[in-house]
Every structure is written in C-alpha cells, then in structure tokens.
C-alpha cells in the first residue's frame, strides 16, 4: 500500500495549509471568549469558508469531500492549536445518525446549523441502573396523540448543560424483550420539563451531567425510525460513538511524550537513552500505528457510504488505555512539575488533566468489557457471551427492587 500524496492529493493538502495558516484564531480573537465561544467561533469560520465537515453533502453544510481529503485536513489542523471539542457528539454521533434515519426535510433544517456550530448536540443514552447496556434503558415516553412523554433520568451526558438538542433512546414497550421495546428519537434541549445537573469530576471539571425528564414532550415527528426500531437507530450512533472515540488520544499523543523523553533527563541523561523507557515508547508506537491503520479501514468503509463496523471498537479499547498509561508516564518523567495542572504548568499542565480523565474514556460509549465481547463475538465469531434476559419481555426483568 502506497500512502504518500498524489499529485491531486498535494495540491489539495498545500491549499488547506494555505488557509489554515492564514485564518486560525490568534490569542488577541480569542482573549476573553469561553471555551464554547472559542469552538463557535472556529467552527463558523471554517463553515463559512466552506472548510467545515467536509464529508457531508453539499446541502447538509459540507464539501462532498473525500474519505482521503478529509483526513489531509484533520492531519492538517491538528498541526494548529485551535478550539475543538463541544461539536464532536454532533458532528460524529448524531448527524451520522440523522443522515441514516431522518427525514429530508430533518437534514436540511438541522444539519446545516450543526456543521456551522450553531447548534450543540448531546447524546442522552446512559442511565444510572444500566451501565453500559443500553438495552437496559428504563427512561420511558407514553404516546399521546401526536406527542410522546417522557418520565426518566438519564447520566453521564456529556456537554448537557449547554447543547441546544439531543438524541435520546426510551422504552416505548416494556412488554417487549429488551432490545426490541426501544424508541429513538431526538429533542429540544430546552424543553418544558428538562432538569439538568453537572457532576463534579476528579479533575475539577463538570463536563458530565444527570438529566431529569419530568413530564417532557417530545413531538412524534421528531422519532428516528420506526417505534420499536431504538436499538437498530442506535447502533448506527453507536458504530460512529466507537469510530470518533477510538481515533482520540487527545492532546497526548506519542509524538509528544517522545519528545518529552528527549528534553527531560533520567540520572543527568536524557530520559530517552534509557532502555526502560525506549521499550515503553517502542509500545506506544506500535499500539499507535495499530491505531492508525485499522482506522483506514473505517475510512474506506465511509468512501463506500457504509457505516463504519464493530472493528471500531480495537480503537476505543487500545486508545483509551494508552491515554492513561502515556499521561502517567508523562507526569513521572516531569517529575514534580507533573503534578501542576493550568496555565501555570504550561505545556505539562495538559498530562494530570488527561490521567485523570482518561478512565472515563475506558467507560464513555462502552467500558473496556463491553469492547471486548463486541470483538469477540462480531470480529471473532466467538460465541455470545451468556444473556440470562435474552427474549424476556423487559417488564419481567428482576431489578434491585423486586428481587
């Protein structure tokens, strides 16, 4: 396999530097600004230069661009440090999702908001008694007329607290097997009803949240495939959840903890010229260019508009625990520098905060057990890990109350 440029591939890689060094945020634009600002402010701009989601259609906001130029500009913007992060469930969660299942008229009025940063969008699917099965959701909607009612309370929404819309799995049929009494749909944020409360994190943060539904409405013309159809809507969201996650690593990556190896110094020398700390770095490469080329499998699955496949889930598993491993590290090699988080540790303030947020990626969209048996069973063929609730109607479930 050949992976350098071709000559169209140069050319277009060259006008994307061009742009991007002429219109990345500088200090002075963002002094001031929150981090929701920031990214708003970022993302409009490259929307409106035509440089925002460049995969999608035309019409929905993007660039019909291809697999390959999408990827030059992420390698590309990845070089700058510019606002990121608050559009990452909209843009790689639920649009797949909205693309897949609503209607035209759904895509055309919500994508383009989207794609410009206009709209934040959250992903309401976690409760407190499910864990990582999301067929275990208890949050329910009772159908009235043309509405839906939704009583319930959902957790570890990330971004909650400012998105504009969410997307939301309920149980419309506890009569039904687990799996098939779910309904998907999407809704307004700001709903009559909605109560919404962060949860502190070890790091400091409150990125996280609870959300209570009391009573809240959510039209039936806002129900992504059919009632009854939630689990097969929510894999889609949940094949694009494992895609976007697994290629994180966020802002430690190899690269930079080699380079850390380099500058700091183990008994007068440099730390890289200690054997110990060459083989871990000799892991992380090869974990990272593991990590590397299983996604151009996902990328050739989307050149051919498929949805990318449960291999996505070798990303999530192998990044998040890397992330942990690599930030620990970090901090041992800066000693007790390693310890300072904020702008007053500069460039090693990023290592405490990635450790300590690094064992909520091992659990967001799926704990390290959940990745396993998907690649078990979907990539390996091994047999089904043993489901005692498989065909039971829901209702019949024995919970914590009713044993």
């Not at 939301?168 to 999407?186: M, N, Q, W």
């Not at 700390?277 to 051919?304: D, F, I, M, N």
């Amino acid at each position: 396999m050949d992976f350098n440029d071709t000559p169209k591939e140069t050319a277009f890689r060259e006008e994307v530097r061009t742009w991007l060094d002429a219109n990345v945020p500088t200090k002075d634009e963002l002094e001031g600004l929150d981090e929701i600002a920031r990214c708003k402010l970022w993302q409009k701009r490259k929307y409106d230069a035509g440089w925002a989601c460049l995969r999608w259609p035309k019409e929905y906001g993007g660039r019909d661009a291809t697999a390959i130029e999408n990827v030059i500009w992420g390698q590309e913007e990845s070089k700058f440090s510019v606002p990121a992060g608050v559009f990452a469930i909209g843009q790689g969660m639920a649009a797949p999702t909205l693309m897949s299942w609503a209607t035209e008229d759904q895509k055309r009025h919500h994508l383009p908001p989207l794609a410009s940063g206009e709209n934040i969008w959250c992903q309401l699917f976690s409760e407190p008694a499910g864990g990582s099965d999301l067929a275990a959701a208890r949050t329910k909607a009772e159908r009235d007329g043309d509405d839906w009612i939704i009583n319930g309370q959902k957790i570890w929404t990330s971004g909650a607290h400012y998105s504009d819309y969410g997307i939301i799995v309920l149980r419309t049929d506890p009569s039904a097997a687990k799996h098939k009494g779910l309904t998907y749909f999407f809704l307004d944020m700001k709903s009559p009803g909605i109560e919404i409360k962060p949860i502190k994190q070890i790091s400091g943060g409150a990125n996280f949240n609870e959300v209570f539904f009391n009573d809240v409405r959510v039209p039936d013309s806002q129900r992504l495939g059919a009632v009854g159809q939630g689990w097969q809507v929510a894999i889609t969201t949940l094949m694009n959840e494992r895609a976007a996650i697994g290629g994180g690593g966020g802002g430690v990556g190899f690269s930079r903890v080699f380079q850390l190896a380099q500058r700091v110094n183990i008994d007068d020398k440099p730390a890289i010229e200690d054997a110990n700390v060459r083989s871990k770095l000799a892991t992380w490469y090869c974990q990272e260019s593991g990590l590397k080329y299983t996604g151009y499998r996902s990328l050739t699955a989307l050149s051919r508009g498929e949805t990318p496949g449960p291999e996505n889930s070798i990303g999530k598993l192998v990044g998040a625990s890397k992330m942990q491993d690599m930030s620990n590290f970090a901090m041992d090699l800066c000693e007790l520098t390693g310890a300072l988080e904020g702008p007053m540790a500069e460039e090693y303030g990023m290592y405490p905060g990635a450790f300590m947020g690094a064992p909520g990626g091992r659990i967001a969209g799926g704990s390290d057990e959940i990745m396993l048996n998907i690649l078990a069973e979907r990539v390996l063929g091994m047999p089904q890990d043993i489901r005692p609730d498989k065909g039971i109607p829901f209702s019949d479930i024995p919970t914590g109350s009713n044993n």
